[in-house]
């Protein structure tokens, strides 16, 4: 059996056991938490938020790319979210990778150039500046008053905030 089946079972298990519960849609803090996809920040545990709380997307790096934006600007403007909380981390993965070494990478590979950006980067919290100008600069967005970013220590659970002047 693999991974995905254990899952699968694990879920039959877990939800047989639990009484049905009907969450609204719309977030109860009317928060959206963008982040890395690393398995190491388990967002729920390291915010204390519990289900039905905030949305969270998340991306390779938690950059944020036109479809973040796109799903910012739906959870604002349809689902009720005010505030966005962007959460970059130590030892991340896309700071290994270049984008034009990765881009040669996946073209040496498929025979095709991917029309996606990679958005890789060397320093975490100048990323996490970018990603704040990023949502604050967009037209897209209605409530970009309250939007702050974090860097979270996957070795010490912490989160540090990274400040950026009003643009």
Do not use: W
């Amino acid at each position: 059996m693999g991974l995905i089946d254990e899952l699968v079972e694990n879920n039959r298990r877990i939800s047989s056991g639990l009484s049905p519960q009907h969450l609204d849609v719309r977030p109860k803090g009317k928060l959206a938490i963008v982040t890395c996809m690393d398995s190491r920040l388990n967002v729920f545990q390291a915010l204390g938020l519990g289900d039905g709380q905030a949305h969270i997307l998340r991306n390779a790096g938690g950059v944020i790319t036109e479809d973040v934006i796109r799903s910012l600007a739906i959870s604002q403007r349809k689902l009720g979210t005010e505030s966005v909380m962007l959460i970059h981390h130590t030892d991340c993965g896309m700071q290994t990778i270049t984008d034009d070494g990765f881009r040669s990478e996946l073209q040496a590979a498929t025979g095709t150039a991917p029309s996606f950006a990679i958005e890789s980067f060397t320093d975490v919290e100048a990323d996490v500046a970018q990603s704040i100008l990023r949502v604050r600069r967009s037209e897209f967005i209605p409530h970009r008053q309250d939007v702050r970013g974090f860097v979270y220590n996957v070795t010490d659970y912490s989160l540090s905030e990274v400040k950026v002047e009003n643009d």
